[in-house]
Each structure stands twice: as structure tokens, then as C-alpha cells.
């Protein structure tokens, strides 16, 4: 089956680290994404994981994927207001045609306070 | 570059009205993608295209029709809107390379009443 799941809320204080979850159901996925959504926009990728890796840093962003339990992880470093926002993770699947589509979860809203 | 454009950014219809969101990119991407975001819910895929003359559909495409005439343009229409297509709709792109991310337009948000 196709499944993505993420906690909805995360509240973190303005420097310190924030860490979302998500979970993903097909095995076959080959790569993993991270999207950010401010209000009123477009979603932005973040940044990916092919799935034969188990970390990526990019900046103050470390993405973690432990492919045999299917659960993929974002961590912010000095977490700034400017975070604020609805954090997507999506897996990419092959579906019938042989072509490939995002599988996203319902999203993560990060709220940084003081 | 303009990457993904979509136009009206807002919009009310009454049921039974029809109307068409547009979409059009500036990156001569092959595929292109229309989502529908609920409260919650994440995203849905409603159609999706892989070239010009080639449009399928997604997760849920009833109530929804799409064409694709050129690169460029990817209309999404709703023939007689219902109230349950009241959402914030997402057009998308990518070129096709490994690992690249889809990009996406700013959305439309659609009330239906």
C-alpha cells in the first residue's frame, strides 16, 4: 500500500533543534523528499535522499533514513522563526504506466517561539 | 523565471458552475501534475501528464478534466463543481531526472457554495 504518515504539530524554541518524523510504507521507493509549505504558497523542496543512503546534511538541514524500518527524519539545527511552516514528506513510487509519483503525508506544522 | 505560474489565485463558484484553473511553466518540463490539498490531509493526485497529447489520471480524478496541448499549459477543468471540491489546488513540473523534486506553482484556492 501506498502510506505516509507524520505527526501534525511540533512546537520548538526559537535555537534549538527540531526533529520531524514521517513514516513510509513501500519499500520500493527510491527517493525521499522533504517539502516546506509557508501560508498562503507553493511547497518548496527542501531537499532529498536517494534511498541507498542513510544521511544527508545540507547547511543546518540533516535528513536520516533507516530504510528497514521505513522512517525518514528532518533535523533543523538552531531552529529560526523563519522555519515556521508545514514541513512535507513525500515518497516517490512507480505506479501503473511506469512512471513516477509523490506520495506526500498530511504534513508537519513546525511552530518556533521565543 | 516564472517556473510554475497558476492562474486565479482565489476563486468562488457556485455548484453546478464550471471554471478552469490554469497552469503553465516556463521550464520545458515533460511532466506536469495537478494536486488538491484538504485540511490534514496532505496532497492528492487528481492528473498528471508526461508529455504533450499525454494525460492520465491519478488518485482522484472524478469530477475533473484535463488537456495538454503543448509543453506549457496544463488546464485542470471542473465541470460542475460540488462542494466537495472546495480546496486549495496544486499544479506541479519536473524534467524527468533521478531525484529531482517536483516544482511546484503557488496554488489556487477554490471555494465552492
Known amino acids: 500500500g501506498e502510506d505516509v504518515e507524520q505527526s501534525l504539530f511540533l512546537s520548538v524554541r526559537e535555537g534549538d533543534s527540531s526533529v520531524i518524523n514521517c513514516t513510509y510504507t513501500?519499500?520500493?521507493?527510491?527517493?525521499l523528499y522533504w517539502y516546506k509549505q509557508e501560508p498562503g504558497a507553493g511547497l518548496q523542496l527542501l531537499t532529498y535522499?536517494?534511498?541507498?543512503?542513510d544521511m544527508k546534511q545540507d547547511q543546518r538541514l540533516t535528513v536520516l533514513l533507516n530504510k528497514k524500518d521505513k522512517h525518514l527524519s528532518l533535523r533543523i539545527a538552531d531552529t529560526q522563526t523563519g522555519d515556521s511552516a508545514i514541513y512535507f514528506c513525500?515518497?516517490?513510487?512507480?505506479?501503473?504506466?511506469?512512471?513516477?509519483?509523490?506520495?506526500f503525508g498530511a504534513g508537519t506544522r513546525l511552530a518556533v517561539h521565543p | 523565471n516564472a517556473g510554475v505560474t497558476q492562474t486565479p489565485k482565489f476563486r468562488i463558484l457556485k455548484i453546478g458552475q464550471s471554471m478552469t484553473l490554469q497552469c503553465t511553466q516556463d521550464?520545458?518540463?515533460?511532466?506536469m501534475y495537478w494536486y488538491r490539498q484538504d485540511p490534514g490531509m496532505g496532497l492528492k493526485l487528481i492528473y498528471y501528464?508526461?508529455?504533450?497529447?499525454?494525460?492520465d489520471k491519478g488518485e482522484v480524478p472524478n469530477g475533473y478534466n484535463v488537456s495538454r496541448s503543448t509543453t506549457e499549459d496544463f488546464p485542470l477543468r471542473l465541470e460542475l463543481a460540488a462542494p466537495s471540491q472546495t480546496s486549495v489546488y496544486f499544479c506541479?513540473?519536473?524534467?524527468?531526472?533521478?531525484?529531482?523534486?517536483?516544482?511546484f506553482g503557488s496554488g489556487t484556492r477554490l471555494t465552492v457554495v
Open positions: 506541479a513540473s519536473r524534467s524527468g531526472e533521478p531525484g529531482e523534486g517536483y516544482t
Open positions: 513501500d519499500s520500493s521507493s527510491t527517493y
Open positions: 535522499i536517494f534511498s541507498n543512503m
Open positions: 513525500a515518497e516517490s513510487i512507480k505506479f501503473s504506466g511506469g512512471y513516477n509519483k509523490l506520495i
Open positions: 521550464m520545458n518540463h515533460n511532466y
Open positions: 501528464s508526461v508529455g504533450a497529447g499525454i494525460t
